[in-house]
């Protein structure tokens, strides 16, 4: 891991810290130029308050090809919200590296917004 501030790859892992989500997040500390960091500085989900899961469902859900403002609507988002999340996701690709784990935020289940993605399609393309 090297250190986002100085590029440094004399890092040191630096303890762990919980988010408010019950997410841990790993902390470093560079040796270099003294600063701490954590695993998701400098990526396309740091100080993002919005809860992981929820803009990786609303990111999945565009791919799908459900429009931004209904995907803002499933997930009780605004469209602004929706838009930026992309933006940040496509100025950033390569730096994308979701982070699992079973503690989330979100209440929506997955086949409930496969269903509604589904709907959306051709009826010749739905499955049954
Ligand atoms: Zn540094």
């Known amino acids: 891991m090297n250190c986002p501030h100085c590029h440094s790859p004399k890092t040191q892992k630096d303890g762990q810290r919980q988010l408010h989500t019950g997410q841990r997040v790993q902390g470093y500390r ?6 701490r960091f954590n695993e998701r500085t400098g ?10 899961a929820v803009v990786e469902t609303a990111l999945k859900a565009r791919s ?10 499933v997930l009780d ?13 496509a100025a950033q690709e390569s730096k994308w ?4 784990g079973a503690e989330t ?3 929506l289940e997955g086949d409930e917004l496969y269903t509604k993605v589904e709907k959306n399609r051709p009826a010749h393309e739905s499955p049954g």
Do not use: D, F, Y
Request: glycine fraction near 4%.
């Open 97 to 100: 590296s979701p982070t699992p």
């Open 30 to 35: 560079c040796t270099a130029c003294k600063k």
């Open 43 to 52: 990526t396309p989900m740091s100080r993002l308050r919005t809860p992981q």
């Open 77 to 89: 988002k605004s469209h602004n919200s929706i838009s930026k999340w992309e933006s940040r996701l």
């Open 64 to 73: 799908e090809g459900l429009g931004v403002r209904a995907t803002a609507r």
């Open 105 to 107: 935020e979100v209440t």
